[in-house]
């Protein structure tokens, strides 16, 4: 904060979550739980009820993948591991 304004970054508007509370809201419908890695990992080692969108992908299949605005998003770019 430096310049008097507040730090408005990218890690300061997006929450965090821990694994442990992914574990507990597998399943949930609120909760969309997005693999962003290349589809070849998301097949080799993903979590239950994920769903995949590689980066390169986010632009013109958002939408598709993610049709509920209101619902919470997680995104993870690491095996289940």
Partial sequence: MASGRPDTSAA????????????????DPSLALVNVLPREAFVASRI??????P????????????????QEIAVYCASST
């Fill in 12 to 27: 300061q508007l997006v929450p965090e979550i821990s694994r442990d509370e992914v574990r507990a809201r597998l399943g």
């Fill in 48 to 53: 239950p009820g994920s769903v995949s969108l």
């Fill in 55 to 70: 980066v390169p992908e986010i632009p013109q299949r958002a939408r598709e993948v993610l049709p509920r605005p209101s």
